[in-house]
């Protein structure tokens, strides 16, 4: 199995930026395909990006495309995901996982390990 533990979040202004990582322990990291996901309370733990093992094939919900960039470096086993122009609805728990199977998987169930999660709160 693999051990995920997220770093980097904290507290932004709107329109600033934030970069999470993702670091990886355990099974060799590239072997799975990677996403984020966030949660705030009360709902539902929603798809944010995702990452093919090579990092090849990147996806991204519709709400952050154009602000967030997921990447991944193989070499060091950790993923990442740089947040721009952040906005106070991007405030949430931010969670990374891996799966061994799907690639791009917006579906939490399909992700094998999760990290623990790092707050991000983005003030108006």
């Known amino acids: 199995q693999v051990q995920l533990v997220e770093s980097g979040g904290g507290l932004v202004q709107a329109g600033g930026s934030l970069r999470l990582s993702c670091a990886a322990s355990?099974?060799?990291?590239?072997?799975?395909?990677m996403g984020w996901f966030r949660q705030t309370p009360g709902k539902k733990r929603e798809f944010v990006a995702a990452?093919?093992?090579?990092?090849?094939?990147?996806y991204y919900s519709d709400s952050v495309k154009g602000r967030f960039t997921i990447s991944r470096d193989n070499a060091k086993n950790t993923m990442y995901l740089q947040m721009n122009s952040l906005k106070p609805e991007d405030t949430a728990v931010y969670y990374c996982a891996a799966s061994a199977y799907y690639s791009g998987s917006h579906v939490s169930h399909d992700y094998d390990y999760w990290g623990q999660g790092t707050q991000v709160t983005v003030s108006s």
């Open positions: 355990g099974r060799t990291f590239s072997s799975y395909n």
């Open positions: 990452i093919s093992r090579s990092g090849g094939s990147t």
